[in-house]
Each structure stands twice: as structure tokens, then as C-alpha cells.
């Protein structure tokens, strides 16, 4: 299966992927946390992405589509992918879909989770002074909220329109709204 998570920062991507993920047994691709360590390492790539990363801008498509090219490249990924935090773009989904035609691997579903953005805001600031990100703070969130509508939004019809978007609810506890993926990725699953 090939699942791509797409919503606002805050949302609760990161958990909910890393919850499924436990539950279909499919490997986990976050360009997020795939950008984190390139960064911690102090490799070349992760000094250029930590330039856009601590303003809460997103990092060129280039570097992200060649980072993720590389990555699915690994024998784990045949199995199926769940995609944590990519496509951001309408050109990295366009790029993913070319990637995937030519693998014979289409996407199976696109879970878009969707949160009130004030709550989003306090949740963030809230994990902030819990994990200490750089890029967790007022100004750079208010920033990746803006990006989110500018240019992870139109991705929604994008993927509206190919008839694969489920839009869940990810108001409540981590527990409710994982409930509520469990059920729409079952509603998918052939029987
Ligand atoms: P995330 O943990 O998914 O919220 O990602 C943290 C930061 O990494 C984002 O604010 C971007 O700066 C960068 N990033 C992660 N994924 C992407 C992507 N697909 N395209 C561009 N930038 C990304």
C-alpha cells in the first residue's frame, strides 16, 4: 500500500503515520525527519535545508524529489510506502506520480488531516518547549501555516480531482483520530 499524509504543521501527521505504520506494517518515509538528520549530521545537504527549515520555509523541490529518490530506491520501500510530510508541492506530487507510474506502484490513498489552526498553533508552541525544535517558534509557525496555504493546500485538488483525497477529522485525542484513519484505510483495503 501506498499512503501519502497531508495536513497543516501541528496536525498530528508525524504521530498518526508513525501509528499506522505499526498497525499495515509499511516503512515510513519523512521528508521531515529525513531532512532533521541530514541537518543533525551537518552533512552539505542538511546545511543548505536547515537554511529554509529554520524559517519555516520549504526546501527546494530539487533537493527534497533527490532525497526522496534516493530513498525509495531502498529494498524496504517495494513493500509499500507511507509518505509522512511529502508531496508538499504541486511539483513534487507530480514528480511522485511519474516515479511511481514508472515502479507500476500508483498511490492507494491520500489521508488529508484536517484541524482548527489556532488549536494547531497552541499545539505547536506546546511541543516547542517539549522537543525544542528551532523551527517551533511564533513567528516560523505562523510562517509554515502560510506556506501550508500557499503550497501544500492546492495539492488537496489535486488529488480531489484523481478521486484519491480522504479528508479526516483531526480534532480530539491522538486515540479519536487515529480511530478514525483506521476506519477510512479499511474502508480502501479490499476485503
Ligand atoms: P515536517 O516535520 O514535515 O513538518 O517538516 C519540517 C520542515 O522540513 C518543513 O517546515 C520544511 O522546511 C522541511 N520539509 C519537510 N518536508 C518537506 C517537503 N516535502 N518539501 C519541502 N520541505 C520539506
Do not use: C
Amino acid at each position: 500500500m501506498l499512503i501519502v499524509f497531508i495536513g497543516p504543521p501541528g496536525s498530528g501527521k508525524g504521530t498518526q503515520s508513525k501509528r499506522l505504520l505499526e498497525h499495515l506494517q509499511i516503512p515510513h518515509l519523512s521528508t521531515g525527519d529525513l531532512l532533521r538528520e541530514a541537518k543533525a549530521a551537518n552533512s552539505s545537504l542538511g546545511r543548505l535545508a536547515a537554511q529554509y527549515m529554520d524559517q519555516g520555509r520549504l526546501v527546494p523541490d530539487p533537493l527534497v524529489l533527490a532525497l526522496v529518490g534516493e530513498k525509495l530506491r531502498e529494498p524496504k520501500f517495494k513493500r509499500g510506502v507511507m509518505f509522512d510530510g511529502f508531496p508538499r508541492t504541486l511539483q513534487q506530487a507530480r514528480a511522485l506520480d511519474e516515479s511511481l507510474a514508472q515502479r507500476g506502484t500508483p498511490l492507494d490513498m491520500v489521508l488529508e488531516l484536517r484541524a482548527d489552526e489556532n488549536e494547531l498553533t497552541t499545539r505547536m508552541l506546546r511541543r516547542a518547549s517539549q522537543e525544542g525544535r528551532t523551527d517551533d517558534n511564533p513567528q516560523t509557525i505562523a510562517h509554515r501555516m502560510e506556506v501550508y496555504r500557499q503550497q501544500t493546500a492546492p495539492l488537496l485538488d489535486y488529488y480531489r480531482f484523481k478521486g484519491m483525497l480522504t479528508p479526516i477529522d483531526a480534532m480530539g485525542s491522538p486515540d479519536e483520530v487515529f480511530e478514525r484513519i483506521k476506519a477510512a484505510v479499511a474502508r480502501r483495503q479490499p476485503a
